[in-house]
């Protein structure tokens, strides 16, 4: 099992009027091939821009990739020239998004919407392409599907449209299916439902996968690996079971115990962590969670630790140990 | 793992203050997209130079001059005696352009005051109260709307004439037809004003602080005056702007057909009338007071513009 | 389908109504249009008394807008002046589609002096709707498409500048430098004056000559307004998140702006275009004077000035029909092109 993509030290930041906001600063990773996984953090910390700078769909200006690749099989997507990296996105590394209602052209069939994937990609006539999109609607749990193909999006309910989602999204076989919140807009039960869907569709093909949430339940259910990130920042790397069970990050420390459990003590109140995220307008300096952290020291606030190995398969970013509170 | 929320640090005070930057009110935010906003700084600065053109050359020519005629100095091109030449029975251009600027902007001014003042008034009586006065009022704008402004004004300078004597105001005389100009401009604009105030209105008092006004027992008058209409300032402030530059060129249209502005009183508009006849022998005529005709509406547009982007820029820019 | 245009059309009578009370009002009150008509051959007090009672200009107001929009055939008209009515009126009404009977040019019916003039707005209105469109769009999504750039800015500087130039001084400028200056320098020049040379002749040649300044200049300031607005439309699709579902499939560029944006960006525009080509009929009042193109705003303009009501209700009305016919016309065209609405959920 290889490593499909290879991420360097991407840095992105966007030049408004109010300033240049510094929305991810220096993200590193791997994916190896057939594995899931989950970038988490709270909104605004980074993690759609950071996806989103992969294929290079951010708005250029104002957007800018400041620094940083991405290896994909080698080549680095940052670089690579627009006509090539069209051939890369929906064929190769194809995304799906949050809001499937505007995510999808409203005056389109979802019919075209699946298909023109497979005519620009596969070079498939008009009724290959139909064929294959009424067996990818079936593929996703869509009844009558052969009708399906002449409605429009506005004609489909949330769920169902997200489907149509996942469908387009895996019309050409990607090698990279990269899920940015998709059932954050979705009702629970949907919710559930979609993930089901994905899990099945992933034993089918075995499909690598990256998946955003802010949703800590959801990535138990679904991810190997986790990375959580904060303002921008990687601040800890795990294997699914050991972030739960050995959280080495005072934020993911925080983040874990402000989940509302059932089996707490119902006087207590739910904790969350004080202060605000951060103005990402101000250039970084020092560790970005050091003015909210519980155990915080003077090295926090100058240099901004740098994501180092601290057990097989977990990394953090952290001065300090967080069990002892010295530093290590 | 403490139980207990710890409070910040003072060190941890002490960044949070410098990571974060403080935060912009509403006004800087809206200063800060209006300066960027060059055409419109552009825009004012001419603006303000038209209006001194208009009273600082008051106090270059007085008005005599500006109507003084002299048939032996007919349709003379520019030159150092007269900057924009002569007109067919010998006034100096530049001197008239002067007047006529103060008038043209006095009835754009004037006229955008009555459109305002009309179309707040059967806006807000129509978003407010709903009902059959809304549809009655709805009914009345949409009819006044279908005839386009040009027809309308045509028909109701016929219609208003020579009605209205000369006024004599500061020593000077004015024509009638000054009154005439702005009440048919104002009588003809306001629908576009009414139909967004209507819109303002019905969005906003479905608020909950005007439900809490209600039920405390204000009287509507005050809840349409104080509550509603300070929340709707912006369209407002915007359509009055842009409605100056179009009850500007209103003016100059209805004066170029002659049924507007009557002399001696001089606007730019009036000035154009019959300037076909010269357009190739004298061409600058009508090439003057089109000219600055066009910075001043320019320099609104732009004024205007800039205004909507600071004050709302959710709506859509033409 | 067909109850819901009726309904709508039938929404539009009311407004219709009031909208014809108000013009006949202010109509009525324009001036003397036997006083202004045929000078020389009417002077004796009698016969313009009998002229008057022939018109039905001595009723009162009320009666007037009675026999105008239903007509008098049903009731006698006093032509003698003998206080008794004797004559059978002859007219039909506007209901029943009689317009009336011009009052200053003697003879003509109403429609028969409107469909003279017409068909000469017509042609210069729709030349110069082509025009719009066609620049506009070019326009607008290149611009668009180019937010910020060095020509985004000086395309958006132009249009301004356009857009806040009177009329009259556009025709005048094109005429001066197209029709005088040209001639002057000893170039290939436009004629500036009507719709044909006299001594040429109405040839389409000769038509389509006379129609560039005029066309050019009405075309100039709409085409600024309207592409200011297809811009604005395009970025606003352009921002929406369907655009970046269609970039990250990989879709090709030209399809991605084509179908995927213009598609939505022409259901506002359509609209916009949809409610303005009524207002083609009334032509360009100030522009037709100045070219002296025998149009319908000439027209308009001569009429109100000679107080002939017939015509001015006539013009007035046509125009007002026009629009909220196609008001429901462009609700229509809107409620089909856009899915939304025509499969509703």
Same mark, same amino acid.
């Given at each position: ?18 300033? +240049? ?17 989950? &970038? ?68 389109? +069939? ?95 093909? !075995? ?11 959801? =990535? ?11 303002? !921008? ?18 934020? +993911? ?76 | ?21 403080? %935060? ?18 552009? !825009? ?25 005629? /002299? ?34 902007? $006095? ?12 179309? @707040? ?13 809304? #549809? ?41 037809? =000054? ?81 507007? &502005? ?32 066009? $910075?001043?509406?320019? #320099? ?19 | ?20 009370? @108000? ?8 001036? /003397? ?96 709707? =082509? ?32 857009? #806040? ?14 029709? =005088? ?8 020049? $436009? %004629? ?37 607005? &297809? ?55 100030? +522009? ?22 017939? &015509? ?34």
């Amino acid at each position: 099992m290889g490593t499909l993509l290879e991420v360097n030290n991407l840095k992105t930041r966007f030049h408004t009027p109010e300033g +240049t906001v510094y929305a991810v600063n220096g993200i590193s990773f791997k994916l190896d091939e057939g594995e899931t996984l989950a &970038v988490v953090g709270e909104s605004g910390c980074g993690k759609s821009v950071t996806v989103m700078s992969l294929l290079r769909l951010i708005p250029i200006p104002p957007g800018e990739i400041s620094s940083g690749n991405a290896l994909y099989r080698g080549v680095d997507l940052l670089k690579l020239a627009e006509e090539d990296l069209e051939h890369i996105r929906g064929k190769e590394i194809s995304m799906i998004f949050q809001d499937p209602m505007t995510s999808l052209n409203p005056v389109l +069939t979802i019919g075209r919407q699946i298909t023109e994937s497979l005519r620009t990609h596969m070079g498939m006539n008009t009724e290959q392409a139909s064929r294959r999109a009424i067996e990818l609607l079936e593929w996703v749990g869509i009844p009558d599907s052969t009708r399906r193909l002449d409605n429009y999006p506005h004609q489909f309910s949330g769920g169902m449209r997200q489907r149509v989602m996942i469908a387009m999204s895996l019309a050409c076989t990607p090698n990279i299916l990269i899920a940015d919140e998709p059932t954050t807009a979705l009702d629970v039960t949907i919710q559930a439902q979609i993930i089901e869907l994905v899990i099945q569709l992933r034993e089918q093909v !075995g499909m690598t996968m990256i998946w955003i949430t802010h949703d800590l339940g959801v =990535v138990a259910g679904l991810a190997e690996r986790v990375i959580v990130m904060y303002a !921008g920042f990687i601040v800890e790397e795990a294997i699914v079971d050991d972030l739960y069970e050995d959280p080495r990050h005072p934020y +993911t420390l925080a983040l874990l115990a402000a989940l509302p459990r059932a089996d707490r003590r119902r006087d207590r109140r739910l904790k969350s962590i004080p202060g605000a995220p951060p103005n990402l307008v101000v250039e970084p300096h020092g560790c970005p969670f050091a003015p909210r952290c519980e155990r915080v020291i003077d090295r926090c606030m100058n240099e901004n630790p740098v994501l180092t190995q601290v057990a097989a398969n977990h990394k953090i970013a952290c001065w300090i140990d967080v069990q002892t509170g010295a530093p290590r | 793992m403490t139980t207990t929320t710890a409070t910040p640090g003072p060190i941890a005070q002490l960044t949070h203050d410098v990571l974060e930057a403080p %935060p912009l009110t509403l006004r800087d935010l809206a200063w800060r997209r209006f300066r960027r906003h060059k055409m419109a700084l552009f !825009g004012g600065i001419t603006l303000i130079l038209l209006v001194a053109y208009a009273l600082v050359g008051t106090l270059i020519y007085p008005e005599s001059y500006a109507n003084h005629n /002299d048939t032996g100095q007919a349709l003379q091109a520019p030159s150092a005696a007269h900057p924009f030449g002569t007109d067919p029975i010998g006034r100096d251009v530049l001197a008239r352009t002067i007047y006529g600027a103060q008038i043209s902007l $006095l009835i754009g001014l004037a006229a955008v005051t009555i459109e305002t003042l009309a179309g @707040i008034l059967i806006g807000a009586l129509a978003g407010y109260y709903g009902g059959w006065l809304d #549809s009655v009022l709805m009914r009345f704008t949409e009819a006044m709307l279908i005839i386009p402004e040009i027809f309308l004004l045509i028909v109701m300078a016929k219609f208003f004439g020579n009605k209205i004597p000369d006024i004599n105001l500061f020593g000077r005389i004015f024509s009638g037809s =000054v009154i005439v100009i702005v009440v048919i401009i104002g009588l003809t604009s306001w629908m576009y004003l009414a139909r967004i105030v209507r819109a303002e209105f019905l969005s906003l008092k479905e608020n909950d602080f005007i439900l809490a006004a209600h039920a405390t027992g204000t009287p509507n008058l005050q809840i349409i005056i104080g509550h509603i209409l300070p929340n709707s300032i912006a369209p407002i402030v915007v359509s009055a702007t842009l409605g100056v530059a179009n009850a500007i060129l209103a003016e100059a249209y209805i004066s170029f057909l002659g049924l507007g &502005v009557q002399p001696p009183t001089a606007t730019w508009g009036n000035m154009l009338d019959n300037a076909n006849s010269y357009m190739d022998t004298a061409p600058w005529l009508w090439f003057f007071p089109g000219l600055l005709i066009l $910075l001043t509406v320019l #320099s609104i547009n732009f004024l205007g513009d800039g205004l909507r982007d600071a004050l709302d820029p959710r709506s859509r820019t033409v | 389908m067909t109850r819901y245009i009726i309904r709508r059309l039938l929404q539009g009578v009311p407004v219709l109504i009031i909208i014809s009370m @108000i013009l006949f009002a202010l109509m009525m009150n324009m001036g /003397d249009p036997v006083a202004a008509m045929g000078g020389r051959t009417i002077t004796r007090t009698a016969d313009r008394e009998r002229l008057k009672r022939q018109l039905g200009l001595d009723k009162p107001i009320y009666v007037q807008y009675l026999y105008w929009l239903v007509g008098n055939d049903w009731t006698k008209v006093d032509l003698n002046g003998d206080g008794v009515a004797e004559t059978p009126g002859t007219r039909k009404g506007v209901l029943r589609g009689d317009f009336g009977t011009s009052l200053s040019i003697r003879g003509k019916s109403v429609v028969q002096v409107i469909s003279e003039r017409l068909p000469n707005t017509l042609l210069l209105m729709i030349a110069a709707e =082509v025009f719009i469109i066609l620049g506009a769009l070019l326009i607008g999504v290149y611009s668009a498409l180019r937010q910020y750039s060095l020509w985004d800015n000086v395309i958006t500087a132009i249009t301004f500048i356009f857009y #806040s130039m009177p009329i009259f001084f556009i025709a005048l400028l094109s005429m001066y430098l197209f029709g =005088v200056l040209f001639k002057q320098w000893g170039l290939p020049y $436009l %004629p500036t004056v009507g719709m044909f040379d006299p001594q040429i002749g109405q040839t389409p040649g000769q038509v389509a000559l006379h129609m560039v300044l005029p066309v050019l200049s009405i075309a100039l300031i709409s085409f600024a307004a309207y592409s200011r607005y &297809v811009r604005s439309t395009m970025l606003e699709v352009m921002s929406q998140d369907y655009i970046r579902t269609a970039r990250s499939k990989g879709l090709p560029r030209r399809e991605i702006i084509f179908i995927h944006a213009l598609k939505n960006a022409s259901l506002p525009i359509v609209t916009v275009v949809g409610l303005d080509l009524p207002l083609l009929l009334g032509g360009a009042v100030v +522009t037709e004077r100045i070219f002296a193109w025998p149009g319908m705003g000439r027209l308009f303009l001569d009429q109100v000035g000679r107080a002939d009501t017939p &015509v001015v209700m006539g013009i007035l009305m046509m125009i007002a029909v026009a629009v909220v016919v196609f008001q429901v016309i462009t609700d229509i065209v809107y409620a089909w092109l856009d899915p939304r609405i025509r499969y509703g959920t």
